[in-house]
């Protein structure tokens, strides 16, 4: 059974930078998708980056473009979001979810099977 944990969420003002964690265990697909999700509050989770494996192909946002990235640690493993110039519309909960079936295409959030539990972004302008 996959298991996804997050870390590394917090407060911190306009400008700033976070990373976070997603430490992956019991994932024995080959081929699946990974990444990050945010939602905000009264808003829908919408994909924020997003990782194809062994593809290697790289979805972000656009209004996170140039300023987020994501990025997969296989000797751990464990997937990261590494954000900079953070902005309080960036403000969510982020959640790390993979799709065992995804294919060569990403497909939306409601397609993942496995969930984290989220870790809370704050940011302050």
């Known amino acids: 059974q996959v298991q996804l944990v997050e870390s590394g969420g917090g407060s911190v003002q306009a400008g700033g930078s976070l990373k976070l964690s997603c430490e992956i265990s019991?994932?024995?697909?080959?081929?699946?998708?990974m990444g990050w999700f945010r939602q905000a509050p009264g808003k829908e989770r919408e994909g924020v980056a997003l990782l194809n494996i062994p593809g290697g192909n790289i979805y972000v946002n656009d209004s996170v473009e140039g300023r987020f990235s994501i990025s997969k640690d296989n000797t751990k493993p464990t997937l990261y979001l590494e954000m900079d110039s953070l902005e309080a519309e960036d403000t969510a909960i982020y959640y790390c979810g993979l799709d065992p079936w995804c294919g060569a295409h990403f497909r939306p959030w409601y397609e993942y099977v496995y969930w984290g539990q989220g870790t809370l972004v704050i940011v302050s302008s």
């Open positions: 019991g994932n024995t697909y080959r081929n699946y998708c």
